[in-house]
């Protein structure tokens, strides 16, 4: 049995008893490992969809998608943002269309635990995976797509974001990422990734 799935049962057996298991057993660790997946069906799982929004003068490359914290063997299952002419890319000034990924745990953009589940768990092997894009964090480019240069940080980072299902959102909502350029920031960190989300009852169907 996983760590994290022992500390739950510890957390939600305290819960129960009403007795306080430390900090540990957070609120917002219990909300996240008790929230549903979202499946109208025993063992189906819901999605999100996410819109990402760069308000920045350059390229954003990055993965992202979503994940288990609890179980270690997962697959992620995630997208990538390239400098690559002919895969998807994310332009300045430019909004993505809207992506859907499986509900799960854990939404990441550019986070550590996102890429090393991949690494370990994914076949990341095919011609449709972008190394440069594998990276902590989210880059900035302003080189052209098929030069050298493409899919370097060439005008900086964004810190990676990660945002907690049954905290931040519930599964069927809309997720929106923002990138914005933060000049108050700490080089080589000049952007920062904004989220916000609209559940799936506000969505009007949209």
Known sequence: ??????????????ASAGLWAGSACSNRTLLNQTASFGGSVTNQRGHVRVLFLNNTPF?????????????RDSNPDFHQFTGVMGQMTLEANSF???????????????????????GRNSNTNGAS???PAFTEG?????????????????EGLAAPLEALL?????????????????DALT???RFRADFSMIPASSDRGT
Do not use: K, W
Not at 1 to 14: D, E, K, S, V
């Open 138 to 154: 989210i880059a900035f480019s302003s080189a052209a797509i098929g030069s050298e240069d493409a899919e370097a940080p060439t």
């Open 59 to 71: 390229r954003a490359i990055f993965t992202y998608g979503t994940h288990s914290n609890t179980d």
């Open 187 to 189: 080089p080589p960190l």
């Open 129 to 131: 995976f972008d190394r």
């Open 96 to 118: 993505s269309t809207i992506q859907m990924v499986n509900c799960d745990r854990v939404f990441s953009v550019g986070g550590a635990e996102l890429l090393q589940l991949i």
């Open 1 to 14: 049995m996983r760590r994290n799935a022992i500390l739950l049962i510890l957390c939600l057996t305290a």
């Open 166 to 182: 049954g905290v931040d959102f519930p599964c069927g909502a809309m997720l929106i990422v923002r990138f914005e350029q933060d």
